[in-house]
């Protein structure tokens, strides 16, 4: 209603004045409650050109690295699986090793071993099968295919690699508790050579599980990092272009307050103009419908 032409009226200096004075309070009423609605102290490039410009740079810088975090978090995720899939191959090899030393009595017949040889490979098998299903988006993780694998954070990248758990790569692919034929027993040196063979995969097992926990070390770390300057860095752009939820409360009501001020100044004025309040409450609803 104040964009009305004041033309339209004889106004005094007095009204004029009014008029102007009604018209920014008005404008700065509603700029104070759309920063209270928003939560915003700049709601338009206007308000602050150089914050604008640099909370929207630390806004895609915060996009990015947020990113770059679902990238570390999808591997740590990667690497839990294959870490939950060693942790059950080393109970198998344990089993193994139990099953082993068990055989391993002259008061064991062969039929014994035999049914004992059989559990063997029924936990050889396992081992396979589970080491084929690691797996995470459709990629083997424990048949050595994850070689230097990078991922990228956007501030940086972080390169791991993944060893093989195969039953070759263990040494056990051949591991047998009977002789020639399946239904012969083991001598001692015999006997000796396949434990032998279980106590090497059980070493090198913890060494592939040493390897990938390391590897899971630095992939937390990094993301604990990357979260941490995510936090610094929307700090930082809240400082610049968020508005204190009390302060935006106090201004506005302070906007509106002056608001009301000048609009009763205005109204003040045409009544010393009109003489009297009943006709220039008109003329003020007249403009304020206008």
């Given amino acids: 209603f104040l964009n009305m032409p004041i033309k339209s009226i004889n106004f005094d200096a007095a009204s004029l004045s009014s008029l102007r004075y009604a018209k920014a309070t008005q404008t700065t009423s509603a700029h104070a409650q759309a ?9 338009s490039v206007q308000d602050d050109a150089s914050g604008a410009s640099i909370a929207a740079g630390l806004k895609a810088r915060n996009i990015a690295a947020n990113e770059g975090v679902r990238n570390m978090q999808e591997t740590s995720a990667a690497l839990s699986i294959a870490e939950s899939t060693l942790e059950s191959i080393a109970d198998k090899l344990n089993n193994l090793k139990t099953l082993a030393i068990r055989a391993r009595t002259d008061l064991k017949t062969t039929a014994n071993v035999q049914l004992i040889n059989n559990e063997k490979s029924k936990i050889l098998a396992g081992m396979s099968d ?7 988006n459709g ?3 424990l048949t050595g295919g994850v070689n230097n694998a990078v991922v990228n954070y956007g501030l940086g990248s972080v390169t791991f690699t993944l060893s093989s758990a195969t039953l070759q790569n263990l040494g056990i692919h051949q591991l047998t508790f009977l002789g020639a034929g399946g239904n012969t027993l083991l001598n001692a ?3 000796d050579a396949q434990i032998t063979s279980i106590n090497i995969a059980i070493e090198r097992l913890s060494q592939i ?3 990938l926990g390391a590897q899971q070390v630095l992939i937390d770390s990094t993301i604990d990092a990357l979260q941490s300057n995510i936090d ?3 700090e930082a752009r809240s400082t610049i272009e968020d508005m204190d ?3 935006s409360q106090v201004n506005a009501t302070t906007a509106q307050s002056q608001e009301n001020l000048s609009l009763q100044a205005f109204l003040l004025s045409l009544q010393n103009k009109f003489k009297t309040v009943q006709t220039a409450n008109l003329v003020l609803n007249l403009l304020m419908n206008a």
């Avoid at 589970?130 to 995470?136: K, W």
């Fill in 189 to 191: 040196g015999q006997w």
């Fill in 35 to 43: 920063q209270m609605k928003l939560g915003k102290r700049i709601i």
């Fill in 245 to 247: 939820a009390l302060e």
């Fill in 130 to 136: 589970a080491v084929q299903q690691a797996e995470y």
């Fill in 209 to 211: 599980r040493g390897n």
């Fill in 139 to 141: 990629r083997k993780l």
């Fill in 232 to 234: 610094r860095t929307e």
